[in-house]
Each structure stands twice: as C-alpha cells, then as structure tokens.
C-alpha cells in the first residue's frame, strides 16, 4: 500500500511516540518491581553462586507447605464461590432496578473493596473474634475457625461481583429475555438459555478476580487465621520475617507467580471476550422501579445483606472503637507509650497521607503513560504483552516485593533504604494497575481520527494528549488517583517490611497495636482501623461523584 508523505512522517511519529512514552513505564517496572522479586529468589535460591533448583523439589516435599498449597487454593475457591453466591443477586438489582438511594448504596457497597485488608479483618475480628459482638451476645467465636476468613473475603470482594457483572448486566438488552418469555419460556429458563450466557464472560472475569484476591490474601489471613491457617503470603512472610528461611521463601514466591500469571491470562481472555462478544445497550434505559412482590423482596433481600455483611463488621469496628469514656482510645494516640512506636501512634496518619500523596502521583505518571500507549491503534505485540504485566503487581507477593527493596535498592546509584521515597514507590506499584484499567476504557472511547487529524495537522505527540485527549479523560483521571490514593493508604504487605519505626502507616501502626495484648492496645488499633476506613470511605464517595458510566468499574 503507498503512503504518502504525510502519512508516512505520522507513522514514524506514532512509533516514536510508542516507545517514548513506554519508555518510563518499562523502566520503573523494570526497576522497582522486576530487580527487587528476581534480586529476593536468586538471594534464595543460589548457593556460593550457583543455581540450587533442586531446592524447590525438597520445598514442595515438605508436608506442611503442601498443606498451606493445599489450603490457600481451597480457601480461594471456597471464597470465590461464596462470593458468587452472595453477590450475583446485588449485581442484578443495581443492573435491573431503579429505586431511591441507590447511587449511595453503591458507594457503600464498593467500600469494603478500598478498605485496607487490615482494616478488613480487625472488623471481623470485633465482630467475630474475642469479646466482640457475637461473643457477648451468644458466646460464639469465629476467629479460629476458617469461616471468619472465608466471610471477611466476601465481604471484601463483593463490590468486585456487583460492579463487574452488575456494569455488564446493566447494558444487556433485556428484551432478548423478553422474547423468551413470550414464546413461552419460563424466567428461570429464559435466563439461563438467554441472559447466563450472555454474562459468563463477565461472571468469569469477576470469578477470576476474587480468586486472584484471595489466593493472595495477607493482611486478612494475618488477623484472622492466627497460627492456625496460612495462605501462601502469609507463609511466605513467616519465612522471611520471622524464620529467615530465604530459600523456602523463595521457592514459594515463583509458585505464586506462575499461579498469578496463569490466572491473569484466563482473565485477559476473558476479558477479549466480552469486549468483543456482545451487542449492548444504553445502561440508563434497562433499570426500572420493580415491580410484583418477587422483585421487591429481591430488593429487600440484599438490602438485607448489604446491611448485616457489609455495613454490620464496620459499625462493630466504630462503636469498639468508642468503648472508652470521652474517646479513650482516640486520645491514647497521642500519647508515645515507648513501646510499640517510637512515636505518638496518631502520627501515622500523617505518614500515611503524605506517603499516599507521593504514590498517588507516581502512580498517575506511570498509569497514564501506559494507558496512552495502550490505547494506540499501532500498539505492537509488545505493547500488548507489557498490558498483562502490569496486572502482576496485583498478585505477586508483596512481601516478597517489600523485603526485595530491602535487598535490592542497597547499593549506589539506587541506595534508597533509608529514604522516605521507598514507601511511596512500592505502595505506586499496586496504584498503577488500578489507574490503567480506569482510564482505558474512556481512552478507547476517544475517536481516534481526532487524533489523527491532529497529527496530520502538524501537531506533536503531547499537544494532541493535551488538546484532544485530555479534556476528554480528565474526570477518568481524577477517578484513577483517587483509586490510586486509597490503594496505596491501605497498602500493608510491602510497607510492613520498609515503613521505618519512626515513620509507620496506618495499615503497620493496626498491625503492630494488635500484636500486642491489653484492651487499650487493642481499642487503638480499632480507633485507627475506625480513622482509616472513613478516609477511605471519603475517598470513595467523591470517586462516585465523579464517575461516568463511560469509566472502568476497576
């Protein structure tokens, strides 16, 4: 095919631009998440060395780390159908029905999902732990059993079912099911041969998500699961921390990774799939007011369960908090016991802020440079493939992350352990996935002969980002760093190894008060579990002012 001129001088730009902006991306993936993970498995698994792969058979021989394989898959999967369970009812409702309060009630339903998994299981263990709330009224305990964990899981991931299904359900054209019905098909039958299978993909991705979740669970586990139960995080933190064992920590951090890619690459299909799949429809004409008994007591069934599953451990988690006369517990945050900090505790919140404020931005940088070379029409297989790694952070071992900054970033020209920067850069690398997927759905919207027409015009590179993308992507980018923001505030698996004693955050000054025993050791970590989940909740409620249904749901 000839080109002309002009044609062929905007190609060579559009390349170069490509690579101009992965240029940045590439390298600070490269640097602050691919060195530190290969730095901490070669410290593990080289001996004098040389390569000690037999390692890992004698690892995997090893009873009780088969047993913590055998139980991080099994909980997952109990917790992925759980959620399933509970959820699919929710997604349909804020899909199908239009009734009072209900963007409210989906900005508390996406709640828990922004909440510190640290903040997750001290609620669950005020409500279900040690003299909380079922324990004083019935006696009951469920902090050494597996339910309290596999609960605490639903309650984390059910906005991802509701938002992911739900989003989808929503522009399915409802009268395909209609017509079902009318050649005499009856509702259950109509939705399974017309509606399930329209959504599976969806269901799938949302299915993968909560397994990927879970499989890695860490802050929650941690609480909850005691010395009894342990997930392959946890394990991987109890090696490093507390037995020093670096080869079995390593061994078990490359299981995890193949597990993590495998499960995003059935994601990313999943996801082609219902990109490409289905003929939608405007989401704001299928919700109407329900009708007939059934649909109100749908409704009034997960009202119900979004108050005792979701809105029920957060208010326990509040009004333990205020157990103390005159905000007791609040109080004693100010007070520097020499014990646990070498600070006041209420000066985390100030630490988490500022180191929140700093990932936020390198988030924002990374994600959008990313998100830009993503959506470009002459984005090569390349470009494609660095899409799927930039969900690893996600999955990958934070711990195995945190301490790889420990050992990795020690020399000269990267010596940054005793830098505040460190804490923001790895609490960035969880940030930058959720600021890709937001922005890349509006960024796909954009017309790509807008810019097209600018490039032949004579504009550069930046100038067509800034006059042509921009002002179409700014409410997405401001989505992106809020999401970004209440990730990295309530990042715990990375930050517990290198938030300096002086300088803890949120998530590390909960851990460490729970660590100890004593009722006012324990009131804090409530009282600062309470302070982070209404920042968090804060957050969240501007996102959802500000959201368009044009904007990825994660």
Known sequence: MDLTRPEVAVRRRGAAARFGLLAAPV???????????????????????????????????????RHVLWFTTWQA????????????????????????????????????????????????????????????????????????????HVFFNYAVVVRTVGGLWAQLDPRQEEAARMLGASPL???????????????????LMVFLFTFTS?????????????????????????????????????????AVGAILALHAWTVRRRETALRLVDAAGTARRPRGAGQWTLLAGVLVTVVVLLLLPLAVLVQRSLDAPGFGYYRALTSDDGGVFLVPPIEAIGNSLSYAVAATAIAVVIGSLAAVALTRRDAGRFVRGFDALLMLPLGVSAVTVGFGFLIALDEPPLDLRSSWILVPLAQALVGVPFVVRTMLPVLRAVDVRLREAASVLGASPSRVWREVDLPMVRRALLIAAGFAFAVSLGEFGATVFIARPDNPTLPVAVARLLGRPGDLNYGQAMAMSTILMVVCAVALLVLERLRTDRTGEF
């Open 218 to 258: 860490f802050g929650v586990v941690q609480i909850l699961g005691g010395p009894t139960f342990s997930t392959l995080e946890v394990e991987i933190y109890r090696q490093t921390s507390e037995i020093f064992d670096l080869s079995t920590a390593a061994v078990l951090t490359l299981i995890q990774f193949v």
């Open 77 to 152: 999967l109990v917790s992925t159908a759980l959620t399933l369970i509970v959820a699919l009812p929710g997604a349909y409702v804020f899909a199908r029905f239009d009734f009072p309060g209900k963007q409210v009630l989906r900005a508390v339903v996406t709640v828990p999902f922004v909440l510190p998994t640290v903040v997750v299981g001290t609620a669950f263990l005020a409500l279900v732990g040690r003299g909380g709330l079922l324990d004083e009224l019935w006696g009951v305990r469920l902090d050494t059993t597996v339910w309290a964990i596999l609960l605490a």
């Open 27 to 65: 390298a600070f993936f490269a640097v602050f998440f691919a060195y530190p993970v290969a730095a901490i498995v070669a410290r593990g698994l080289k001996v004098d060395g040389v390569w000690h792969l037999g390692r890992i058979g004698e690892v995997l021989a090893q009873s009780d780390v």
């Open 189 to 207: 039958k109509a939705w399974r041969r017309v509606t399930l299978p329209a959504l599976a993909p969806a269901v799938a991705a949302a299915a």
